[in-house]
């Protein structure tokens, strides 16, 4: 479990953003195509709603064009765009490229797939790139899985949907932010969750399940313990928003009530990269961070990955 260094440069959050897809899409919309219904889905999901429509990029650019905005920087003082992304808009270039361009950046810029511990694994990547030197960092979290969800299949085509969210780090003095991180990856559990090259998504989703509420807990205790800090002690908890089964297991299991976990999944589908910034920093979160709360980010996705990081909020 890597420990942080006392003398590591650290950073914090200065701005972020976010942005959904352009089209509400309703359960009741669905069951008009699928045999499905609103109440089936709303009990073994949580989601009522989710969004849909737009570009990797088109996303990527709107939220990170709000981060940069609020954080009120010149982008030429960005030293890198890190986008977390599992459906990018080309094979080749990455989706950063694009978004770099578009946003008026001058700097390094790479995707990270992930998948939904993506952007997890990006803002872990990004405070070491800050610990090296760089002064600040545009992390991007993005997902168009509209794109490839087979709209037929009420097994997937219930759960995923569009979104984005962006924040900029800047480097500060002393320790910063982040206290403790866990990254982790499982590929023996590959073909419970994936989708070929140009195909839809293929999910076991009973043992996506099962698998899900472990990898959480048990990638969140190892952050919680390379922080020094136990699960009383915090003050927010903001999971990968996949199903609110699976989010309430597990914030049991890790004795944390659900009154400290922010939980957008009613109004945004499981949004795989851009979940987790739009339930840290979006409209619809029931839990906001202030300064100086203990946060804990956890996030799961195919892979199987596991991502996890406690920070110390200090955004103003
Ligand atoms: O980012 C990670 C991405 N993936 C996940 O997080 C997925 C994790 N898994 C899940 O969220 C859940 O397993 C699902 C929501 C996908 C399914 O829920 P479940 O409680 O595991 O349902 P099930 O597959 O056990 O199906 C229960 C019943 C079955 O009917 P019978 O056999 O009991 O008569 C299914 O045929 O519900 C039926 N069913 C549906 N009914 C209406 C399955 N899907 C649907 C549906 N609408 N969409």
């Not at 899409?25 to 195509?33: G, H, Q």
């Not at 650019?61 to 003082?77: F, H």
């Not at 610990?131 to 490839?148: E, H, K, N």
């Not at 403790?180 to 073909?191: I, K, Y």
Request: proline share 3%.
């Amino acid at each position: 479990m890597p420990q942080i260094p006392d003398n590591v440069r650290g950073a914090r959050f200065i701005g972020w953003g976010t942005s959904l897809g352009h089209t509400t899409v309703t359960n009741d919309d669905l069951s008009k195509t699928m045999d499905t219904n609103d109440e089936w889905i709303r009990e073994r999901t949580g989601i009522h709603r989710r969004h849909i429509g737009g570009s990797t990029a088109e996303m990527s650019i709107a939220s990170g064009r709000a981060a940069i905005e609020m954080a009120g920087i010149d982008p030429l003082t960005i030293d890198a765009l890190v986008l977390a992304t599992t459906t990018p808009d080309r094979t080749v270039p990455a989706t950063s490229a694009t978004v770099q361009h578009a946003l008026g950046l001058r700097c390094g810029a790479f995707d990270v797939n992930a998948a939904c511990s993506g952007f997890v694994y990006a803002m872990i990547t990004a405070h070491g790139l800050i610990a090296m030197g760089s002064q600040r960092i545009l992390v991007i979290g993005t997902d168009s899985l509209s794109r490839i969800v087979d709209w037929t299949d009420r097994n997937t085509a219930i759960l995923f949907a569009d979104g984005s969210g962006a924040a900029v780090l800047e480097r500060t003095t002393g320790h910063g932010q982040m206290l403790g991180w866990d990254l982790d990856a499982d590929g023996s559990a590959e073909e419970i969750l994936y989708s070929e090259v140009g195909g839809f998504v293929h999910m076991d989703g009973k043992e996506v399940f099962r698998r899900a509420v472990r990898i959480m807990v048990d990638s969140a205790q190892k952050s919680m313990a390379a922080a020094g800090v136990t699960a009383d002690q915090l003050n927010v908890v903001v999971p990968h928003q996949a199903n609110i089964r699976i989010i309430t297991s597990a914030c049991d299991k890790l004795g944390v009530p659900m009154e400290k976990v922010a939980v957008v999944v009613h109004e945004t589908g499981n949004t795989s990269s851009a979940s987790i910034p739009l339930a840290l920093f979006g409209d619809f979160g029931q839990v906001r961070a202030k300064d100086g709360d203990l946060v804990l980010m956890v996030g799961f996705g195919a892979g199987m990955t596991a991502a996890s990081a406690v920070v110390r909020w200090n955004a103003q």
